[in-house]
């Protein structure tokens, strides 16, 4: 048996991978802010336990971690807010960089001295880092952000045997994906991205992307010239 730690565990991914874990009885700390869907996370199994905290805060985030021992800590908290056809709102851009990058820099202030080789460090971040989306902005730098950080730690990291590894989601049916108002190619169920995840993690991946299919084509418009990426990405996330 180990223990998994899971921050954003209320609701989608997060909460899908609590539960999968307990129910093989695993022990989960499942972390959060919203105290009702904790505590409804918490009915399912005996196997978990909630800390219910804003990781944005990182007094907060090192007071509900300090005596977290976990074998596998997944960073899956995340948010998505897009631009106004391009009006740049700095406040909206500091909510999504808040959240979505500094949210898990906090964590793992408050997680590293616990963390002893043999552990793994998982960050969800997003296939969306990969190509400039029209008004992803704010959500594509903060997982750009957060991708570049975590593949710089693995190379600090790797040498004291904690390992460290990035997820790609392509689109998954959310709470948070379901407020969405363009067509999302590929979307898969939370079931469908929780097999991804762990299929990935018992290979001992570094990288995780998927779904596989959705993530050759975003490869493939990496690849092409920048004038022909824009071709096809501004018919992308409009309503």
């Not at 997060?14 to 972390?31: N, P, Q, T």
């Not at 971690?65 to 997944?74: E, F, G, Q």
């Not at 963390?115 to 959500?139: I, Q």
């Amino acid at each position: 048996m180990m223990t998994v730690l899971i921050t954003g565990a209320s609701s989608g991914i997060g909460s899908g991978l609590a539960k999968s874990w307990a129910d093989e009885g695993h022990r989960v700390i499942a972390c959060g802010r919203d105290a009702a869907r904790l505590a409804s996370l918490q009915q399912h199994s005996s196997n978990i336990a909630v800390r219910q905290f804003d990781m944005t805060d990182r007094d907060a985030s090192r007071e509900a971690l300090a005596d977290c021992r976990a074998d596998l800590v997944i960073l899956c908290a995340g948010t998505c807010e897009y631009l106004d056809n391009g009006r740049v709102d700095a406040a909206l851009v500091e909510r999504v960089m808040t959240t979505n990058f500094l949210g898990p820099v906090n964590c793992l202030a408050a997680l590293q001295p616990q963390l002893v080789a043999g552990n793994r460090v998982v960050l969800v971040s997003s296939m969306a880092h990969w190509l400039p989306f029209p008004r992803a902005e704010a959500y594509g730098a903060s997982k750009a952000a957060l991708t570049w950080f975590a593949n710089s730690l693995r190379l600090d990291w790797e040498p004291k045997g904690i390992a460290v590894t990035v997820v790609s989601p392509g689109f998954v049916d959310t709470p948070l994906t379901q407020k969405n108002d363009f067509a999302m190619p590929g979307r898969v169920n939370v079931d469908d991205a929780v097999k991804a995840i762990r299929r990935g993690l018992a290979k001992g991946r570094d990288e995780i992307a998927f779904p596989t299919g959705f993530g050759l084509v975003m490869r493939l418009l990496a690849g092409l010239p920048a004038g022909l990426q824009r071709l096809f990405l501004r018919r992308m996330v409009r309503p």
